[in-house]
């Protein structure tokens, strides 16, 4: 844009004096310094079948001894569920979903700036 009337955010019902834009780059490289910091301790959630097939939340410790230890945060996403014991025993336990804390967030997130994302300054 050449000027600001080339803007609908010019026109005074939106009421903006002025517009601020960011990359998604620049978001998750703030993201993941700011959780690069953060000491709080990992939280596993997760839920089962209950008998009338209703998902109820289950213990993290106790979910893995109902499951002869396996855990469902460890099973690798190309595990052939036919062949796979972990998937077997979570399968007998009645597992049906669980989440877990920032720290798998933190894998997720794509960041292509060529800096360390700890060399971002966290506010």
Do not use: W
């Not at 703030?30 to 690069?36: G, K, N, T």
């Not at 097939?53 to 289950?58: A, E, R, T, W």
């Not at 690798?76 to 049906?96: C, E």
């Amino acid at each position: 844009m050449s000027v600001s009337t080339d803007s609908n955010l010019s026109n005074l019902k939106y009421g903006c004096d002025f517009v601020i834009a960011t990359t998604q780059d620049s978001i998750n490289g703030a993201l993941l310094a700011l959780l690069s910091v953060l000491e709080e301790p990992v939280v596993k959630v997760c839920f089962v079948a209950n008998p009338n097939s209703k998902p109820v939340q289950i213990d993290y410790s106790l979910l893995k001894q109902k499951a002869n230890g396996s855990d469902p945060f460890l099973v690798p996403p190309n595990a052939n569920v036919n062949t796979s014991q972990d998937i077997k025993n979570l399968f007998s336990a009645r597992f049906l979903m669980g989440f877990s804390d920032y720290q798998d967030l933190v894998s997720s997130i794509r960041y292509t700036h060529p800096a360390s994302p700890s060399s971002i300054p966290v506010p």
